[in-house]
């Protein structure tokens, strides 16, 4: 079993979708955070010429050594 897992919300790049974004990792950050995962990193990235911001969110999954 792997101890780490790597989650990723894309949203089109638009007005105000960085504030959506961000908001919709600290939401999923804390839902796992509840069922036991410890967060690692996030890493927010804007994907040149595709329309697109990024948020990779890096956890350590619950009971794992």
Do not use: C, W
Not at 21 to 26: H, K, L, N, T, Y
Not at 36 to 65: C, E, H, Q, W
């Amino acid at each position: 079993m792997k101890a780490v897992e790597i989650f990723m919300i894309r949203k089109s790049f638009t007005r105000n979708s960085s504030e959506a974004i961000r908001q919709e990792a600290e939401d999923m950050i804390n839902e796992k955070h509840y069922k036991g995962y410890r967060l690692i990193n996030v890493d927010f990235d804007v994907a040149d010429n595709a329309g697109y911001i990024y948020a990779f969110i890096t956890m350590k999954k619950p009971n794992s050594y």
